[in-house]
């Protein structure tokens, strides 16, 4: 669910898109346009799990360096979510219609576009170690669901709280959320350098 929420959080140009269209078209618009984004997000992840899984020795052996390598690489793109305006890379969105499958093939195609989401889900994959050499086939099938209810949670989180503060709300607001969010990255990630440093260093047998 972690993968699934992370990969959802960074509010790029599909979340300024969920919010617009909260905010013009209601939830259910909004949230259908997460939905076709969560459903992205899996297809990616399955890409990343079926290579992952023809070398899944190699993780085995070098999970630690993995993480360190995994930590750095989300450090990177915390730090650009802190600093970045994602406002300004979205244009407005003036369709007033409500059709959901039209919100869930859009949702779909504008986060397949950005294929750069995989170098997300590798760290993220070998961060929090999934798939792993001794789960069964039921694990990486539920563990696949969880990721993809991740990522459903929080489309309707941040819809529904949208919709309640929708005569209120500022998109330009969706900048500090990025930067709450970002900070919360970068102090997870320094977290899991630090431990993969020290535990790829006692493999080494230098500590």
């Known amino acids: ?69 995994g930590s750095i690489i989300l450090i990177v793109y915390a730090i650009y979510m802190i600093v970045h305006n994602p406002v300004s890379q979205i244009k407005e969105n003036i369709d007033q219609r409500d059709d959901r499958l039209r919100d869930m093939v859009t949702g779909f195609l504008f986060t397949l576009s950005n294929p750069l989401i995989m170098f997300l889900i590798i760290p993220l994959f070998a961060r929090f170690g999934f798939p792993l050499p001794e789960y069964k086939f039921y694990h990486i099938i539920i563990g696949y669901l969880f990721i993809v209810a991740g990522a459903l949670a929080w489309w309707a989180v941040i819809t529904f709280f949208v919709d309640k503060v929708r005569t209120h709300f500022n998109i330009r607001s969706m900048w500090l959320i990025n930067r709450i969010i970002g900070s919360i990255i970068l102090i997870l990630s320094l977290y899991g350098l630090f431990t993969g440093t020290i535990a790829y260093l006692q493999q080494l047998q230098i500590i």
């Open 1 to 69: 669910m972690s993968i699934g929420i992370i990969l959802s959080a960074p509010m790029g140009p599909i979340g300024i898109l969920c919010i617009q269209r909260t905010l013009n078209n209601g939830r259910n618009s909004g949230f259908f346009t997460g939905v076709g984004a969560a459903i992205s997000d899996l297809f990616y992840c399955l890409l990343i799990g079926l290579g992952i899984s023809l070398v899944t020795d190699f993780i085995a052996d070098h999970v630690n360096i993995l993480q360190i390598i």
